[in-house]
């Protein structure tokens, strides 16, 4: 399979009405279906893959695992599950928490409402009959008073348009639709084509097995060390004596999970302090490592310090100087989302790995044995695209969503997603985002987050059926403050600076608007707590 595609499988059934339509069976439409079971409302759940896990499912490239603790990156709302379910290591595999997901699916009899192998491709809001029609790749239609978009934020994969692509005639893979059965390396020429996250998790267990591997990198990145290892039993058994506990300070934190964060300036502190500080967080390992000081992010001299020991430590690592030399960002430290890899940079040290740098001179074009840049030829069977992802609004805008007076969200969104609270959208009643754009999703421990708004939409489906109210939708004057605020936040900081998936730079023609919600969780949760206290405010209830 080269595209994330359904086979129109089992969602054919009949004309089929519901009080509510939830597209995506991830760690969201899991969760969203739960929520509402228990408040009585009958719910249809519409996934294109195979089986529940979202994230977890498709993107099954070697040494994919979450780079947020597993502890933590987990559900809360069941107590009894944290308790029971055992996670094996600091960050589980990939393989682990997909046997989670499906574990959650069992355990709170989930299938019985998803229908997987369905592509949602269209739905429109009828007004007269106040209800969603929902077209799928499966034939058939559903109708719901409420529709909930749990699309994902990253999972609408980026196969940027090279010349000659299909012309490859090797195998091709993209690390957001990996096949189940894995693939074997082993003797092959692979090429690679990225070095974010995915390619960064994924590059050292592939150059471990192929004959050679060539990665084509545009921009470097950042990493710092997992650190992984199998979890101690006597840290888990501490955590799970006070699991509220932890999931409580980790509410409290801006990024929605534990960890410590300093304060203090980077730049209020000697040299030697400071390198004590990050050579600290290096040991450590993991994203924690941006806690270091509290103005990482905010100030530009106290991020190029942290920048430049992570360079230093890629010279340190990376024995030829000029391979370090194009391993090294020049740019801020966390602006883009920073990696956390295992291994990633003393793969260059293997005489099977050559890093080609194609930022100055992009890629000509795709060839049937491997690619071509600045004139040059390379040779692969294997091609890997970690090119990432039309993140934050691919998945919704590659349904056709049309709303109040036929309005096409396409349209409403062509200067980039305008929402309000990331939750829902003026001109579109009854539908709503899971971790939509104008939240702070992505930048965040995004379990949590995910949970929160499906706890907040499922509250608000309750006060519409407890007050006999059928229509609710975003008023415009509060979805333009919101969108203000959302902006006005991001200018605060570094992380709206560069070229990065946040901003929609990875995606050529796509508007340039920094669309997480960058404010904070406990900020964030705060605003929608008072939204609903306030009887929806900001929303027109019908
Ligand atoms: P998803 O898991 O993306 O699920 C969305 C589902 O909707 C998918 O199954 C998709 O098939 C379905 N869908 C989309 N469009 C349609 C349609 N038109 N019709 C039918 N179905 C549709 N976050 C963290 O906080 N920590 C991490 O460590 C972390 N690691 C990650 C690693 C990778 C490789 C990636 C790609 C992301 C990672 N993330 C991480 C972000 C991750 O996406 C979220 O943590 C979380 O899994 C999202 O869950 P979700 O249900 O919102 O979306
Ligand atoms: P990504 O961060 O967007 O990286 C894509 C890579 O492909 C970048 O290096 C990009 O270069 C390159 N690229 C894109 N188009 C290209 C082109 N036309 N020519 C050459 N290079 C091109 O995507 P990702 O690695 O899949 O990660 C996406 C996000 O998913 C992460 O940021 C993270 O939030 C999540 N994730 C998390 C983990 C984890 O550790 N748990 C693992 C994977 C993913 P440029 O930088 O120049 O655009």
């Known amino acids: 399979m080269t595209e994330r595609q359904s086979n129109g499988g089992n969602g054919a059934a009949g004309p089929v009405d519901v ?16 929520r509402l079971r228990g408040f009585g409302f ?22 994919a695992r979450c780079d947020v603790e597993s502890m933590q990156y987990s559900y809360q709302f069941s107590d009894a599950l944290q308790q029971d379910w055992e996670w094996s290591e600091r960050y589980a595999p990939q393989p682990e928490i997909l046997r989670y997901a499906e574990h959650v699916a069992d355990r709170f009899d989930l299938r019985r409402d998803i229908r997987f192998e369905t592509t949602v491709t269209a739905a429109r809001f009828d007004e007269d009959g106040r209800r969603w029609t929902v077209e799928t790749d499966a034939g058939g239609t ?8 749990a699309t994902g934020c990253l999972s609408a994969p980026n196969t940027p348009t090279f010349k000659g692509l ?17 693939v074997d390396f082993t003797g ?10 995915s390619a960064v998790q994924s590059i050292p267990l592939i150059a471990e097995q192929a004959a050679h591997l060539h990665v084509f990198q545009r921009t470097p990145n950042y990493a710092v060390p997992a650190h992984n290892a199998p979890l101690d039993p006597e840290d888990v058994r501490r955590v799970k004596a006070d699991y509220a506990g932890l999931r409580a300070r980790a509410r409290a934190m801006p990024p929605a999970f534990d960890y410590v964060f300093n304060p203090r300036s980077a730049l209020e502190v000697s040299d030697d302090e400071r390198r004590r500080v990050y050579e600290a967080r290096w040991a450590d390992g993991g994203l924690g490592f941006m806690g270091a000081f509290g103005d990482l992010l905010l100030d530009e001299a106290a991020n190029e310090t942290a920048a430049a020991f992570v360079r230093g430590k890629i010279r340190e690592i990376v024995r030829d100087p000029a391979v370090a030399q194009r391993l090294s960002p020049d740019n801020v430290i966390g602006c883009k989302r920073l990696c956390v890899d295992t291994g990633y940079y003393a793969t260059y040290n293997r005489s099977n790995v ?3 740098d194609v930022g100055e001179t992009p890629i000509d074009r795709i060839t049937a044995t ?3 840049v600045a004139g040059r030829a390379y040779e692969f069977d294997d091609l890997v695209l970690a090119t990432g992802f039309d993140a934050m609004t691919g998945a919704l805008l590659r349904i056709d969503i049309a709303g109040r007076g036929g309005r096409r969200l396409q349209d409403k969104w062509h200067g980039g997603p305008r929402t309000y609270l990331g939750l829902a959208i003026a001109g579109f009643p009854n539908l709503f985002t899971i971790t939509g754009p104008g939240s702070p999703s992505v930048l965040t421990n995004m379990l949590p987050s995910i949970e929160q708004h499906v706890e907040w939409i499922a509250d608000c489906l309750v006060h519409q059926r407890d007050r006999g109210h059928d229509v609710i939708e975003a008023e415009t004057a509060a979805e333009d403050a919101w969108v203000q605020h959302v902006n006005d936040t991001a200018d605060l900081s570094l992380r709206s600076t560069c070229s990065s998936w946040y901003v929609g730079a990875n995606v050529p023609g796509k508007p340039r608007v920094f669309m997480p919600y960058i404010g904070g969780f406990p900020t964030y949760v705060d605003k929608c707590d008072t939204v609903a206290a306030n009887g929806y405010e900001g929303f027109a209830l019908a």
């Open 19 to 34: 009080d509510v339509a939830v597209v995506g069976a991830g760690f969201a439409g899991m969760y969203m279906l739960h």
């Open 42 to 63: 009958s719910v249809r759940v519409l996934e294109a893959g195979g089986g529940v896990g979202g994230t977890w499912y498709w993107n099954r490239y070697p040494g």
């Open 142 to 149: 559903l109708t719901a008073r409420y529709l909930v978009m």
């Open 166 to 182: 299909d012309d490859f005639a090797g195998r091709r893979f993209h690390t957001g639709y990996w096949p189940p059965a894995g």
């Open 188 to 197: 092959r020429r692979v090429g690679v084509i990225g070095t974010g996250s």
């Open 354 to 356: 050559t890093l080609v």
């Open 370 to 372: 491997g690619l071509a």
